[in-house]
């Protein structure tokens, strides 16, 4: 079900695309556009994007990137999301754990970004903490 993406195809992010735009997120929209102008495909030793699948549906996706906003140790989760219709069901947490296994192979730290509650307390549950005072990231999680 979850599968390292060794090449991104924009036609199966439609649905994930369309749900993100309609709930004001658009990260989706950025992971398309940047894999498709080559800006960012994961294609570091140390980087990856993992898809999770369900009889071939795609049902979410998550990065990881080098942290271009640190020292060449921490890693970043980037463009996580699950479908409305698949949240709560372990995908998420499966692919941060994805994530989180193949970060602590390349770095000392997994940083992250967010604004939202919901999803603050979903990666408070998968042991990062929360950092207040950094510009670029919101939590942490120590390897």
């Known amino acids: 079900m979850i599968h390292k993406v060794n090449r991104l195809k924009p ?37 990856a994007l993992f898809e999770y699948r369900i009889d071939g549906m795609l049902t979410g996706v998550c990065g990881l990137n080098r942290d271009p906003y640190s020292d060449e140790c921490s890693g970043r989760v980037r463009r996580m999301y ?3 219709a698949y949240r709560r069901q372990g995908i998420g947490r499966a692919l941060l754990e994805a994530v989180i296994d193949e970060s602590s192979r390349h770095y000392r730290r997994l940083v992250l970004n967010t604004g939202s ?23 942490v999680l120590e390897f």
Not at 12 to 25: R, V
């Open 11 to 47: 036609e199966d992010y439609a649905e994930l695309l369309a749900e993100s735009l309609s709930e004001g997120h658009r990260h989706i929209r950025r992971l398309i556009d940047d894999y498709s102008t080559g800006q960012n495909r994961f294609e570091h030793p140390d980087e």
């Open 82 to 84: 699950v479908l409305n």
């Open 117 to 139: 509650a919901q999803a603050d307390l979903f990666y408070a549950r998968l042991g990062f903490t929360r950092l207040d005072s950094q510009e670029h990231a919101t939590h």
